[in-house]
């Protein structure tokens, strides 16, 4: 599975978009990307997925450069619900073994 | 659907005991996942089932431990002669494996242990 790297934390102003960067320079050409979050004492939950394109979901929008090195989570309307730590992992599709967490993003939403 | 449920939430023990914890997966799930979760870090894999069987284990999941899921619906972990280092939470997690669909994984709201 390709490493990915995040920044360790971020602010966002409520009502803000939330734009989380994620770097998977060594990702293959049949990974995917998959985006978890994890609020405080709760267990991970699943938010989005992609491989190439873009995609959109009614929590958030994956944004993939061309070049699949790279990808940036955008949360459109930041609330205080939305602080939580964000988990950028590179997995095959389908393969339904583990998922390799790294460290994270800790978002911070405030008002 | 009530979700990925996890018994007990909390569980204290003294160094030496065995412990159990119990995982009830979203019902039409056939796979089955157990995390381990640390303070400040994310969760790492331990193993997990495809049905009743154990397809993949993690090489932290020494000797102490075991993972059953005897029927293919719900699975236990059992930790026995508990070290402090075992603290931690337990995280269970569940999705459905079909050819050519997504396999999100749902998380049950974990289970921590302390060992005193």
């Known amino acids: ?111 | 659907d009530t979700g990925v449920s996890q018994d007990p939430r909390h569980k204290i023990t003294k160094r030496g005991q065995n412990v159990t914890f119990r995982c009830d997966p979203i019902s039409e799930h056939n796979r089955l996942y157990w995390y381990r979760q640390t303070l400040g870090q994310g969760p790492e894999f331990l193993t997990y089932f495809q049905n009743e069987a154990q397809l993949e284990k993690s090489r932290l999941l020494s000797d102490r431990f075991s993972a059953e899921r005897p029927k293919g619906s719900f699975s236990t972990l059992e930790i026995q002669r508990t070290e402090q280092g075992d603290s931690a939470m337990y995280l269970c997690a569940s999705s459905l494996a079909a050819t050519g669909s997504s396999y999100e994984q749902y998380f049950g709201p974990g289970t921590r242990l302390t060992v005193t």
């Open chain 1, 1 to 111: 599975d390709a490493k990915t790297t995040q920044p360790p934390s971020m602010d966002c102003a409520e009502g803000r978009a939330a734009n989380l960067p994620c770097n998977h320079s060594t990702i293959s050409g049949n990974e995917y990307v998959y985006w978890y979050r994890q609020i405080h004492s709760q267990g991970p939950q699943y938010i989005i997925h992609g491989l190439k394109n873009n995609e959109t979901n009614e929590m958030a929008s994956l944004i993939i450069t061309e070049d699949r090195k790279s990808s940036t989570l955008i949360l459109p309307h930041a609330t205080l619900r939305d602080t939580a730590v964000y988990y950028c992992i590179a997995d095959f599709y389908n393969q339904g073994g583990k998922l390799i967490f790294g460290q994270g993003t800790e978002l911070s939403v405030k008002p």
